[in-house]
């Protein structure tokens, strides 16, 4: 039987793999208090203590599809990046959550430039360790990571599934970010649920 907490319904969220990953996403991002709380609590579900971070991104994208909305992917990847670092916090690479927040934007933003056929010149190593200067406190990353993370980037994206191309900006940094943004559907993930739970009747 399904709860009726944050916490029972983000759990509900992780285990139940026949909802539709987009309106998961749409009801994640969402900015009402109810929402903000399962996605709180989804988010703090996860563990990804001394896992590396673009492993961890890669986990953290694979139960739903990004909104297509600006503030609703600024609301996932903030509590992301806030996650992550209270995971891990012995770590030294990061300064502060804002690091990971804005990283974790520069990943995505790189998937989608290396991948999509749409993009011709793609970006190069060098031009995107010169877009993450300065993301640290002020201070670099080191080049070496920039570059380990731009290779296993090259090398295997990570999966976003969508139908078009869109340019988001996020709230809190004046970076355009250009992402595969997903296709609607008419169910909304409260029905969705309800056509879940209705099959164990």
């Excluded at 694979?62 to 990847?77: H, Y």
């Excluded at 996650?83 to 990943?107: H, K, M, P, W």
């Amino acid at each position: 039987m399904l709860g009726t907490t944050p916490e029972d319904l983000a759990q509900f969220l992780h285990q139940e793999e026949r909802l539709d990953s987009t309106q998961v996403g749409e009801f994640l991002g969402d900015n009402d208090r109810f929402n903000k709380e399962v996605m709180y609590a989804y988010v703090d579900q996860m563990d990804f203590q001394g896992k590396d971070f673009v492993y961890a991104l890669r986990t953290f994208l694979e139960g739903f599809r990004l909104p297509g909305e600006a503030q609703k992917i600024d609301r996932l990847m903030e509590k992301f990046a806030a996650r992550y670092l209270e995971c891990n916090q012995g770590q030294t690479e990061f300064a502060s959550a804002d690091t990971a927040y804005v990283l974790a934007y520069s990943i995505i933003m790189l998937t989608t430039d290396l991948h999509s056929p749409q993009v011709k010149n793609k970006m190069t190593k060098e031009q995107y360790i010169k877009m993450n200067r300065g993301i640290n406190d002020s201070k670099d990353l080191p080049e070496e990571y920039l570059s380990a993370i731009y290779d296993e980037i090259a090398g295997k994206k990570i999966a976003m599934k969508g139908t078009k191309e869109m340019t988001l900006k996020s709230n809190k940094h004046s970076e355009y970010l250009s992402s595969s943004v997903f296709a609607s559907t008419t169910m909304s993930l409260q029905t969705e649920i309800e056509r879940v739970r209705d099959d164990f009747v």
